[in-house]
């Protein structure tokens, strides 16, 4: 039997700026890097898996024979939903989304870079990028007692790839 793939050092930066062709809209060939990223690693449990969902249009016809027939539509990248520990005294997690993102005042571009681990970037090791939005920002969560939690949930804006130089 197989051993399981597990999640050793999963890393996860965020930032604001790009240096190189930055993944979005109109780009074909995301290249370059994060620059002052912000790595939330730490502070992340568990989300924020890359993923895709393809828009199809029906084009069925008496020619299909029986079968239905589509088109391929559009690809959106779907939503990065990034569960947290949220401890508010320290508030290293809100002051990066806040201050360091821009906030919802910001309405700023966040671009994501999100590697399997924290090795450099290569062929084993690929990055997911893309240039996202703050979609939702939850700071704190949980009853007294329970485990102080935030959720971070960035929209995928245009081009989104997996790099491996």
Known sequence: MP??????????????AWTGTAPGPAVVTPAGTITSTSDISAFTVGGGEPGWD???V???????????SVLMGLITGKDL????????????LRAIVISTLGGPAGRTAVYVDIK???????????SFVAKTFIKEWQSFSGSVGEKAAARLTLAIDGTFTDLTA
């Open 3 to 16: 051993s399981p793939f597990v999640n050793l050092s999963r890393t996860i930066l965020l930032g604001a």
């Open 54 to 56: 393809l828009n199809s």
């Open 58 to 68: 029906d084009i069925t016809n008496f020619a299909s024979l029986g079968y239905t």
């Open 81 to 92: 939903v990034f569960d947290c520990l949220s401890d508010q005294a320290a508030s290293q």
């Open 116 to 126: 399997p681990t924290n090795a450099i970037r290569s062929t084993t090791n690929p």
